[in-house]
Every structure is written in structure tokens, then in C-alpha cells.
């Protein structure tokens, strides 16, 4: 079965320090990877996908990821975090092909200012 | 536009109670899913549809059915309520699926307590 996991339940980091997140799947065929951060008490709204083309993948907020097809990963960075960045990030596969939409148990992130 | 909406907020049911939870979309978008987020366990699909009259299940689908008789409602229904369904559940829709790229806009979530 399909599966993902994020390494990283709890992370604290204080302002300023580089951020990454790690995201591995499981499964053998064609991907899209998303990553989604949900803000406390607002929906859960996308930060950056990865479909096809350049590996290194930019979102909003300064956010970027990378996937590494041989590794099946696809981590998340960002090189200085703030204190807005406060919030829960989950990883996301969908499988093409199937329309199913599989998450990570998410990673909650805590800035402290 | 009002994106995705849901109702209610809040409800606490008693075991074996029935109740439906609403999920509406106003953007014309295919593809409607329902999640439901649990502590250490992430968002688990439960039910997705591809367009109206189109429903499937998804990885958690036991205790939960639905229908998409309109591309903008996609209702979900707990038949008989057990305290395993305690749960916050999201609903969630994306404009085409001739790609599956396109981003997922979510709902603000139900939180539901079956006592």
C-alpha cells in the first residue's frame, strides 16, 4: 500500500534557523507531490507541488523542496524561518491514476521568537 | 466566491445517532474528497468523488457513506455514530482532474465529538 511518512512529529526552532522538513513515499509509480501547511485555525492551503520538470520546486513564502526520484523524497526547506512559519506542514502523494490523495501524519513546527 | 464551505462547525452526537455533514463548492471544480485528521495520523481520505454520480472509496470509507447527485455538494453520512468517529473532517475540492496536478482547496473542517 501506498504511504507516507514524515520523519519529524515536533520540530522548535528558534527565528532565523534554516528549516527542513523530510517527506519519503512509497510507491513505485507516477507521483505528484504536494506539500500543505495549516496555519493555526485556518485551512489547510498549499505551499508547493511538484509534477514534472525541474526537480527543485519553489512555493510561496520563501519555501522549497526537492525531489529526489532514486530516494523517493521529497523534503521540505526554507533557509531562515520566521515566526509566522508557526503552523503544521503535511506531505501529500497522489497517485495518478487512482485520484486518491494519500497524507503524511503531518510535522508541527513551533518558531519561537 | 465562497470556496469550500461546511456545516456545521461543531456537533456532538450520541453513539448510534445519524447525522449528515455538508461540504459545498462554489468554483465548478470535479474532484471532491473527505478527509478526516486525527492526532499522529495525519489526513486519511475516506470518500472522493471524481464528478457527479461519481463516488469511490477512499482509505478509511467503513461507517461513512456518500453521494454527489450536483457538482457542488458532495454531503457525507454517518449512519450510526461510534465513538471511533470522533474526528475533525475536512472536505476538500480541485478544478480538473485531466492532470491530477491541481491544487486541493480545503474546507474549514468539522469537528465532531460521538460521545
Known amino acids: 500500500a501506498q504511504s507516507v511518512s514524515q520523519h519529524n512529529h515536533h520540530v522548535i526552532l528558534s527565528e532565523a534557523a534554516s528549516l527542513e522538513l523530510g517527506c519519503n513515499y512509497s510507491?513505485?509509480?507516477?507521483?505528484?507531490l504536494f506539500w500543505y501547511v495549516q496555519y493555526p485555525g485556518q485551512h489547510l492551503q498549499l505551499l508547493l507541488k511538484?509534477?514534472?520538470?525541474?526537480?527543485l520546486v519553489k512555493g510561496i513564502k520563501g519555501f522549497e523542496a526537492e525531489f529526489i526520484k532514486s530516494k523517493f523524497s521529497f523534503n521540505l526547506r526554507k533557509p531562515s524561518v520566521q515566526w509566522s512559519d508557526t503552523a503544521e506542514y503535511f506531505c501529500?502523494?497522489?497517485?495518478?491514476?487512482?485520484?486518491?490523495?494519500?497524507f503524511g501524519t503531518g510535522t508541527r513546527l513551533k518558531v519561537l521568537a | 466566491n465562497a470556496g469550500v464551505t461546511q456545516t456545521p462547525k461543531f456537533q456532538v452526537l450520541k453513539t448510534g445517532q445519524s447525522m449528515t455533514l455538508q461540504c459545498a463548492q462554489d468554483?465548478?471544480?470535479?474532484?471532491m474528497s473527505w478527509y478526516r485528521q486525527d492526532p499522529g495520523m495525519g489526513l486519511r481520505l475516506i470518500h472522493y468523488?471524481?464528478?457527479?454520480?461519481?463516488?469511490d472509496q477512499g482509505e478509511v470509507p467503513n461507517g461513512y457513506n456518500v453521494s454527489r447527485s450536483t457538482t457542488e455538494d458532495f454531503p457525507l453520512r454517518l449512519l450510526s455514530a461510534a465513538p471511533s468517529q470522533t474526528s475533525v473532517y475536512f472536505c476538500?475540492?480541485?478544478?480538473?482532474?485531466?492532470?491530477?496536478?491541481?491544487?486541493?482547496?480545503f474546507g474549514p473542517g468539522t469537528r465532531l465529538t460521538v460521545l
Open positions: 476538500a475540492s480541485s478544478y480538473s482532474l485531466a492532470e491530477q496536478t491541481d491544487t486541493q482547496y
Open positions: 501529500a502523494v497522489n497517485d495518478i491514476g487512482t485520484y486518491k490523495y494519500i
Open positions: 511538484y509534477f514534472s520538470g525541474d526537480p
Open positions: 510507491y513505485g509509480g507516477t507521483v505528484n
Open positions: 468523488s471524481v464528478g457527479a454520480g461519481i463516488t
Open positions: 468554483m465548478n471544480h470535479e474532484y
